[in-house]
Each structure stands twice: as structure tokens, then as C-alpha cells.
């Protein structure tokens, strides 16, 4: 409102009721929802007894502000003496201002008998007052200079009217503020809900994984037995002499294969360079290549004719010239040794081999593959058991987080309760509520 002059509150003296103490009440999350209802229809009640109230002020005020209103429409304000511009600017404001009022304040305020009623009266009188204001902010200095006992009272009546809206004002501030209030409790139930969901559907998984863990055990007991019957077997311990005899034909292999080496180490010079010269077939070529890298391995009852063929045709080599050598005759010498040598030599090699063979079809005694899968399953089971075992205390700090967060919110909603309601609400709840 621009009126132009400044606010003085007129002090009213109201008989008011003796604030009421705060009482203490026994609560549950579940009977809140209902609190909460209560707590808004009393507030609405005592909203809207108390607008009441004002409003009637507000009704006398309006009647006064129309009187004079009245008043100064009959009052010819002595225009007949001034200048015929000045009229026409003092009619105009007055006409104005008398408009604006009847305009405005010419209809009784309706009854309030609920929370909408508040409501609509706080804007209707609000818009009125607002409209008067701003007109009397127009004609400001028409109503001071030429009108000044109606100033007066205009200003005196209209800030007793907009002292009593802001009464008005703030009671319905008031009460939002308590609706905010409320709906902050709404909020926290509705964690208390969220939190309860959480905690059931935790503690599902946590019985998920504390019957999975149980039967993991089991399994992991079954296959520890499974084995432990296993290794105290003959058959086991039979299996395992053999895996030890294995080993140590494994180490007469060792010997044969660089006995066989070191032979064919003593012509190594003439057989790589016959390689380059040779015009043997391309199968004996390769043989002849191989020999040089891996005697060992080219040895055999099979491979003994074509042996003998190769080393023939080295000698041929060396005695010609085609493959040249420090001393012809020690190559040749050589090469006689390792022909006379080689029956003897692919003897030892398949009797090991043979050997090898019967040692490692014994071992077919005991089944190892088995042995060897449950081992596996045993590992893991137990790397299951551990897992789960870890996610299960995770979950386990999750609910005891979730639960003792339950205890601050209590609290808070104790006090919002009682800030909302001047009711002082202890609230009850148990384990089984999450």
C-alpha cells in the first residue's frame, strides 16, 4: 500500500485464553497418520474461530472506512473558491478515491464457518485494501492539502484495518507453518517405511545366505570325506608308489636321451652340413634336420632303416668330399660307432618307453581324475562358504546401520510432534517394527 503516511499500530487488548501446558501421550508409528489428522482439524478450527474474530474488526473497520467515504462525497471540500483547474484535480482524486472504496469494501465480508473461507476472505480483504491504498497513494496530496480531517480519519482507519489483516496474516502463517510441520512428519514415516523395506528385505537375503553357507558346509563336509576315503585307500597309496616310479623313470629317460646326445654330437658336423648337400627324399630330409635337433626323439624300431640310410649317405659324403670335415677318417669312425651303437641304442629307448607305458597304465589302479575334482569342488565350496560368509556380515552392518538410525528419527519425530502439537508424544516401537 502507497498511502503516503507512515503505520501506527492501534494496541487492541484481547482477552486471551491461558496457553495450555504441554501434555505428555503414549504413541505408535502406526496411530501417527491419525495424530496428524487430529492436530490439522484442530488448527483448522482454531484457525478459523480465531479469523473470526479479526474478521469482525475487519467488518467494523470497513463500515467506518464507507462512512467516510460518505462523508467526503457530500462535502463539497470549498471547490467554489478555487481556481477551475484545481477543481477539476480535487473532484477527480475525490471521486476517485469514494469509487475506490465503495468499490471495494461496499459488500459484507461472507461468513467464515471453514478453512476455505479463511482463505478466500484473507484475499479479498487483502485486494481491497491493497486497491484503497494504492489509490489514496495516488491522490495523496489532493486528500492532505484539501481534504485534511479526512485524511486523518482515512489513515487512521485504514491502518487499524491493515494492522488486523496482518493479524490475520499471521495466523494463517502460523498454521502453514504447522502444515509444513506436519508434512515433515509424513516425510519421516514414509522413511521409517523405506527403512522397514530395506531392513525385511535384508534380512531375506542374509536367511538366503545363512541357509546357503549350511549347505555348503554340508557339501564341504561330504567332499572332505569323499577325499579322506579316497587317500586311505590301497589303491591310492598304490597309485602313489607308482607316481613315484614315474618320476624316476622319468630320470633314466634323462640319461638315455644325453646318451644318445653325445653320440650324435660326435658327427653334429657332417650330418648339419649334409643338410644343405643331401639329395635325399624330402621325408628324409626332414628326418635328417631332426636329427640334428633331437636325436632322441627320431629314434625308433620304425625310423632304424631310414637311419641307417641317412648316416649311409653321410659317410658317402664325407669319403667324397660333398661334406667337408677336419678328419675325414674320425667322422667316419664316428658314424660307424653310432650305426653299430643304434640297435643297441633304440633297444634302451623302447624299453623304457615300454616301461613308461605299463607304469602309467598301472596308474589307471586308482581314479585320480576323481580325485581331482573333488579337490576342486572342495576349494570351492569353501571359497563359496567364505563369501558368502562376508556378504553376510556386510548385510548384518547394514541392518544394525539402518536400525540405529531408527533411534535419531524417533527422536526428531518426537520433536516435531511436539513443536506441531504442544503435545509431548512418546513414541513406542520394537525390534519387530524393523
Known sequence: MVFGWGKKKQV?????????LPTHKEATLENIPDILEDITNLRQKTLVIEVKSFQKRIEVDRKILLSIADELGKDSLNTNEMDPHLVLLVNRGKKEVISSIQ????????EINSFDNVLGFQRNASRGIKKVGDMLGKHSRVIHIFAKKYAKKLKGDLTILTDNLSE??????????????LENIRHSLSDFSNIKR???????????????????QQNETNLQKDIEEMKSSNNY???????ENITTVSTDEKLIKKKIEEQFLKISRPLNKYVYVSSLDKPLKKMTENLTLSPYDVLS???????????????????????????VEKSKQAINDIQDLLPQLIA??????QKKDNLNESLTIFDNDRLVTITHNLEKSRFNISDRESK????????????SSVHDMISKLELNLKQASSISYKISYSENDF
Open 12 to 20: 487492541v487488548e484481547e482477552a486471551r485464553e491461558k496457553p495450555v
Open 103 to 110: 468499490n471495494e469494501f461496499k459488500e459484507t465480508f461472507s
Open 168 to 181: 490475520v496474516n499471521a495466523l494463517i502463517s502460523n498454521y502453514n507453518s504447522n502444515q509444513e510441520l
Open 198 to 216: 530395506d531392513i525385511e528385505k535384508q534380512e531375506r537375503r542374509k536367511m538366503e545366505l545363512e541357509k546357503s553357507v549350511e549347505e555348503e
Open 237 to 243: 597309496k598304490e597309485f602313489l608308489a607308482i607316481k
Open 301 to 327: 624300431a620304425e625310423n632304424m632303416s631310414d637311419i641307417k640310410k641317412i648316416l649311409d649317405s653321410v659317410r658317402s659324403g664325407v669319403e667324397s668330399g660333398s661334406v667337408s670335415v677336419k678328419d
Open 348 to 353: 634302451q629307448k623302447a624299453e623304457f618307453i
Open 392 to 403: 553376510i556380515s556386510i548385510i548384518r552392518q547394514q541392518i544394525d546401520s539402518s536400525k
